[in-house]
């Protein structure tokens, strides 16, 4: 996981399975007593936490621990496939849940890695929308202002022309009728 060091995990999963194995030995817990193997609990946890990787590894260590004592002896009224089933049935069990367990979490990682990449994606798409949005803010308000100064130059101009140079007048007399001609007066 992203988030989490591979040293942790190692360091997490130590903690749990030597923590639990003293606590058997010094005999402040009996594993016989519980209907279920505490290492299962451990390993369920450290791949809840870690994925796949982390369960396996737990798994694996809880097997080593489990069997630190040497492998239990066969009694001879036991069969073989009897004995295996008693000698492995727990550490199956613990590799199993580290796997089932692991598989959800590293699946959940990895979906949750993929939006966390898409929205690194959009993030960066509205910033550059954003960015190009200023640039042509910029640019519009400096042709606006070049055409406010272009159409205000443009009546300037016009006014100073009126003021140098009159209208001419026309010839006619307020008082003439289209047909009159100044030729009367």
């Known amino acids: 996981m992203p988030d989490r060091s591979n040293g942790l995990a190692l360091g997490e999963g130590a903690f749990l399975l030597v923590g639990l194995t003293l606590l058997d030995y010094v005999g402040a817990i009996s594993f016989t007593d519980w209907p279920v193997h505490p290492f299962l609990f451990a390993v369920v946890l450290l791949?809840?936490?870690?994925?796949?990787?982390?369960?396996?590894?737990?798994?694996?260590?809880?097997?080593?621990?489990?069997?630190?004592?040497?492998?239990?002896?066969?009694?001879?009224?036991?069969?073989?496939?009897?004995?295996?089933?008693?000698?492995?049935?727990?550490?199956?069990?613990?590799?199993?849940?580290?796997?089932?367990?692991?598989?959800?979490?590293?699946?959940?990682?990895?979906?949750?890695?993929?939006?966390?990449?898409?929205?690194?994606?959009?993030?960066?798409?509205?910033?550059?929308?954003?960015?190009?949005?200023?640039?042509?803010?910029?640019?519009?308000?400096?042709?606006?202002?070049?055409?406010?100064?272009h159409t205000d130059a443009g009546n300037a101009s016009a006014s100073a022309e009126a003021v140098v140079r009159p209208r001419p007048k026309s010839h006619k007399s307020p008082r003439q009728t289209p047909g009159q001609s100044d030729a009367r007066l």
């Open 47 to 149: 791949s809840a936490q870690y994925g796949i990787h982390g369960g396996i590894l737990a798994a694996v260590g809880a097997i080593g621990l489990s069997h630190i004592d040497g492998w239990p002896s066969r009694p001879i009224d036991m069969s073989y496939a009897a004995y295996f089933g008693y000698v492995w049935a727990d550490a199956l069990s613990w590799v199993l849940a580290g796997l089932m367990v692991g598989a959800v979490t590293s699946n959940r990682v990895r979906v949750m890695q993929e939006q966390a990449a898409k929205l690194h994606k959009a993030m960066l798409a509205e910033n550059l929308i954003a960015a190009q949005y200023e640039v042509l803010a910029q640019r519009t308000h400096q042709l606006e202002r070049q055409l406010a100064n």
